[in-house]
């Protein structure tokens, strides 16, 4: 039986450096991971750059049953001190749309960042290292792997969600907490795309690759983003956003022309008495696949001048307030993140130890804290791993 201070389920983001800060306490710290790899969600994220925080994070980008607790960490380990980490190694990164932050050449960058802190504070990394139980018969935890026997006086969960099970996805982590009497809320797939229902599904097949910048709401949240139409249904920035606030059966609405009011534009026009067709004067807004699987022909070949009010009207509608009922998402299969998880409510949020167990603790995206596209996660994972790295 090998003796540590502290053992971390999971050699991800929130993980590793929840490792670096217990061992720069001089914890002995441990880390196992199943994967054959750490980081691997670091490595492929951003696509392959990782998205790794955002110039601007409030709590407001963030969904969770208990939408206060994450105000401490992300106040205590902020963009900025990550930033810092960052610029100690020089990793050279860029910002992109809404503040998002990546690398300019490698998500290895990141990843590499973090092994070396761990290097630095004696941190041991054992991968290819399944669980077979967790056990606290008196006040330290027993761990039996497949390679040997482990205990530890503080044990942290960084297990992740079920996102990307190709990446070794499980719920070992909800398993943990339910194992020890730790509520854990229902999870669903978060950041993800929608697939449309079959008649929807067959009008806009044609409409594969097309990206448009709109503005997609429901009746909880908006976001003003691109669209992206797939051969399964609806991506896109604005797409994966609003479908962490999503529930199924809901419709969302959709505004393909945020930027222009189309019956204002279109009454101009018409005053103007130009005689062009409708589907000429649309083409100068709009892709000619996607305004043709929205308008029937008969009314695309008619002139500007043969068009009555009414119909100015429907045709602004039908691009301004497109309203559908998503069939479903993909599912954890390409979601982002999971929404949903340890109870907050079960945690400290100084600490992110539970409050029935001692020395059990819980960080990242096993907890019911999702945040939205664009680095949030990950500053999640830095920020929560760095307070509990504080006191395990």
Not at 79 to 102: K, N, S, T, V
Not at 362 to 380: A, I, K, M
Request: with cysteine.
């Amino acid at each position: 039986m090998s003796e540590t201070d502290v053992i971390i389920i999971g050699a991800g983001a929130s993980g590793l450096m929840c490792a670096i800060e217990a061992g720069k306490r001089g914890r002995k710290v441990l880390v196992l991971d199943h994967a054959n790899k750490a980081g691997k969600k670091i490595l492929m994220s951003g696509g392959g750059r990782c998205n790794f925080t955002n110039y601007s994070i409030e709590p407001d980008n963030y969904i969770s049953h208990n939408p206060h607790f994450c105000k401490s960490a992300l106040s205590r380990y902020t963009q900025w001190d990550f930033l810092a980490l960052i610029g100690r190694y020089r990793i050279p990164f860029h910002e992109r749309d809404h503040g998002q932050l990546f690398c300019d050449e490698s998500a290895k960058d990141i990843l590499d960042m973090l092994l070396a802190e761990c290097s630095k504070v004696g941190v041991v990394v054992q991968l290819n290292t399944g669980i077979d139980s967790v056990e606290r018969p008196a006040d330290r935890f027993y761990l039996k792997t497949g390679h040997g026997n482990f205990t530890c006086q503080s044990l942290v969960v960084a297990t992740g969600g079920l996102s990307i099970p190709k990446m070794g996805a499980t719920p070992f982590g909800y398993k943990i907490a339910e194992q020890f009497g730790i509520n854990v809320l229902p999870t669903r797939a978060g950041l993800v795309p929608f697939t449309l229902q079959p008649e929807d599904k067959e009008r806009f097949s044609a409409l594969t690759g097309i990206a448009v910048p709109c503005v997609v709401s429901n009746k909880r949240q908006s976001f003003s983003e691109n669209v992206l139409f797939t051969h399964r249904g609806l991506s896109g920035p604005a797409i994966l956003q609003i479908s962490s606030y999503w529930h199924a059966g809901e419709e969302i609405v959709i505004n393909l022309l945020p930027q222009v009011n189309l019956e204002a534009e279109l009454k101009s026009k018409r005053q103007q008495k130009l005689k062009n067709k409708l589907k000429t004067i649309l083409e100068g807004y709009l892709p000619k696949r996607l305004i043709s699987s929205f308008l029937p022909e008969d009314l695309l070949d008619l002139s500007l001048q043969d068009l009555s009010d009414k119909q100015v009207q429907r045709v602004a509608d039908q691009f301004h307030n497109w309203t559908i009922k998503p069939n479903g998402t993909e599912g954890y299969r390409t979601a982002e993140v999971t929404s949903g998880g340890v109870d907050c409510d079960a945690v400290s949020s100084k600490t992110m130890e539970s409050k029935q167990v001692q020395g059990l603790y819980f960080v990242g995206e096993v907890l019911d804290v999702t945040g939205w596209l664009g680095g949030y996660n990950f500053q999640w994972a830095w920020s929560s791993a760095w307070c509990a790295g504080q006191y395990c």
